[in-house]
T-cell receptor
């Protein structure tokens, strides 16, 4: 079945440094790919999505390119801020027609001032 | 206001007791979900509901059942709770069809002692 594998956490960075969270996926079809962010005490919320291969999604300075050949969707940000501290989830829409999202295990990011 | 509301937010139950987690959404979304979140495992789908009385098992349905009698309400029931059901439970909703965005509630932290 479909699956998502992402960078294991926790990840700790200093403010102003760059972030990469790796995400790779397995699927038999052409899913929409998502990055979700979860702040403490909240549910996950959509950061951005990319429905088509070889396109880029972005929001709040975060970006990721849907790389169909490499089956990757790495999350990047050039300069993190303390307010970016959260758990980040890579996800894909299931290809079996069940309409569910399949999530990776999440990456806890802590940004130190 | 687009919102998924979960009640209660925190719950402590004894092993063997029945548990009812309730969820409501104000967006008239056809599809609703119950996920559980555990450290290192990310978000695992328990049940998905495509509309009233149209429910399907997710990846980990054992020990759970659901009820959806109105489009805006989706309940998760644990009959005779077990300690390994201690977790954070998230309800979510989306428009029908392959999800373009899934909206999550703030979660219910359930402790079974």
């Amino acid at each position: 079945g479909d699956s998502v594998t992402q960078t294991e956490g926790p990840v700790t960075l200093s403010e102003g440094t760059s972030l990469t969270v790796n995400c790779s996926y397995e699927t038999k079809q052409y899913p929409t790919l998502f990055w979700y962010v979860q702040y403490p005490g909240e549910g996950p919320q959509l950061l951005f999505k990319v429905p088509k291969a070889n396109e880029k999604g972005s929001n709040r300075g975060f970006e990721a390119t849907y790389n169909k050949e490499a089956t990757s969707f790495h999350l990047q940000k050039a300069s993190v801020q303390e307010s970016d501290s959260a758990v980040y989830y890579c996800a894909l829409s299931d290809s079996s027609g069940s309409w569910q999202l399949i999530f990776g295990s999440g990456t806890q990011l802590t940004v130190m001032p | 206001d687009m919102k998924v509301t979960q009640m209660p937010r925190y719950l402590i139950k004894r092993m063997g007791e029945n548990v009812l987690l309730e969820c409501g959404q104000d967006m008239s979304h056809e599809t609703m979900y119950w996920y559980r979140q555990d450290p290192g495992l990310g978000l695992q789908l328990i049940y998905i509901s495509y509309d009233v009385d149209s429910n399907s098992e997710g990846d980990i349905p054992k020990g759970y059942r659901v009820s959806r009698k109105k489009r805006e309400h989706f309940s998760l029931i644990l009959d005779s709770a077990k300690t390994n059901q201690t977790s954070v439970y998230f309800c979510a909703s989306s428009w029908g069809g392959p999800p373009t965005e899934v909206f999550f509630g703030k979660g219910t932290r359930l402790t079974v002692v």
